[in-house]
């Protein structure tokens, strides 16, 4: 018998699976194993998870983020509403309010009206709840640290003082008096 981390009739169990690619010849298509990714939802809809990944477009757009990072925004969620019944009805019922104020499918809506509809929701919980698992879910993991070139932690390597801190590309080179010599 084959012992596999999750048997093929585990993952049906769950409820949706979000799948993409990678973009071929992306930065993180290099670094990853294989440019497909998949994201198993054991309590939300794929449908529910796919309208989590468009809000957290919505509240944290970056066109260089792959779809994948934002995977792991509604996976988490779905992570929380497994085991917590209050959890899993604030997500249920804030994207079934996302998809009526969009007339239907608010993953179909254009980038001004979900704007608009996410806006109107700024009071819910449940855009409490989104917005505050977007920040570690799209920013603490290493394809985020890839896209935009932060290395991780530096703890580990010596720290930065020793490294250099000015080593992200998208930030301008600082004035010698923002980096005074160091004493060692």
């Given at each position: 018998?084959?012992?596999?981390?999750?048997?093929?009739?585990?993952?049906?169990?769950?409820?949706?699976?979000?799948?993409?690619?990678?973009a071929t010849g992306s930065l993180l298509a290099g670094?990853?194993?294989?440019?497909?990714?998949?994201?198993?939802?054991?309590?939300?809809?794929?449908?529910?998870?796919?309208?989590?990944?468009?809000?957290?477009?919505?509240?944290?757009?970056?066109?260089?983020?792959?779809?994948?990072?934002?995977?792991?925004?509604?996976?988490?969620?779905?992570?929380?509403?497994?085991?917590?019944?209050?959890?899993?009805?604030?997500?249920?019922?804030?994207?079934?309010?996302?998809?009526?104020?969009?007339?239907?499918?608010?993953?179909?809506?254009?980038?001004?009206?979900?704007?608009?509809?996410?806006?109107?929701?700024?009071?819910?919980?449940?855009?409490?709840?989104?917005?505050?698992?977007?920040?570690?879910?799209?920013?603490?993991?290493?394809?985020?640290?890839?896209?935009?070139?932060?290395?991780?932690?530096?703890?580990?390597?010596?720290?930065?003082?020793?490294?250099?801190?000015?080593?992200?590309?998208?930030?301008?080179?600082?004035?010698?008096?923002?980096?005074?010599?160091?004493?060692?």
């Amino acid at each position: 018998m084959n012992h596999l981390p999750l048997a093929r009739r585990e993952f049906l169990k769950g409820s949706g699976v979000l799948m993409g690619t990678l973009a071929t010849g992306s930065l993180l298509a290099g670094l990853a194993p294989s440019t497909v990714w998949a994201v198993e939802l054991k309590t939300l809809s794929k449908a529910e998870g796919e309208a989590i990944m468009a809000m957290g477009r919505v509240l944290y757009p970056h066109e260089k983020l792959p779809d994948a990072v934002y995977a792991l925004l509604a996976k988490d969620l779905d992570g929380k509403a497994a085991g917590d019944a209050a959890a899993a009805k604030t997500l249920k019922d804030g994207v079934a309010a996302l998809n009526q104020a969009a007339g239907g499918d608010f993953t179909k809506a254009d980038a001004a009206r979900k704007l608009a509809i996410v806006k109107a929701m700024e009071s819910q919980p449940f855009f409490g709840t989104v917005r505050g698992q977007c920040i570690t879910s799209l920013y603490d993991n290493d394809m985020a640290y890839a896209t935009f070139g932060y290395p991780g932690s530096a703890w580990e390597k010596g720290g930065y003082i020793t490294r250099g801190f000015q080593d992200l590309k998208w930030l301008p080179e600082p004035g010698k008096a923002a980096s005074p010599k160091a004493d060692l």
